[in-house]
């Protein structure tokens, strides 16, 4: 009887120690990723003319694809509403911030997607 309390008692015991060491990995953060370092220095363009009255100048700016960076070249674009403004991309703390417009009525990220047309932004409506 003394080795089936004895058993018993080590087993909770145990339970206990696994229980109580386990709790902070369950509200543990875990994030995976890969660093590239900084991006190159800005390539150096010629600005076009302004298409319009309403238009903004996005620089050119590398942005990161999987283990490398991809330049991306400027263009004029409209902001996808009055009184927002363009946050270009930046490295920054060995971490890479995307660029997005921002303005009274908040935050809108950036779309690659949207840039990849010719005219993106001649014909968009806001």
């Not at 590239?36 to 302004?50: D, K």
């Not at 403004?85 to 920054?92: I, K, Q, T």
Request: glycine share 12%; net charge positive.
């Amino acid at each position: 009887m003394k080795t089936f309390f004895m058993k018993t008692f080590l087993l909770t015991t145990l339970m206990a120690v696994m229980l109580v060491t386990s709790v902070p990995v369950f509200g543990a953060q875990v994030s995976f990723g890969i660093r590239i370092g900084p991006p190159p220095a800005p390539r150096v363009a010629v600005v076009p003319v302004r298409p319009g009255p309403d238009y903004t100048w996005v620089e050119g700016y590398w942005y990161p694809v999987g283990s490398h960076y991809k330049w991306h070249q400027g263009y004029w674009t409209r902001a996808p509403y009055g009184g927002a403004r363009w946050v270009g991309p930046h490295y920054e703390g060995g971490r890479y911030f995307q660029g997005y417009w921002n303005g009274e009525r908040g935050r809108i990220e950036h779309d690659h997607h949207w840039d990849k047309h010719r005219e993106r932004d001649f014909h968009h409506e806001h």
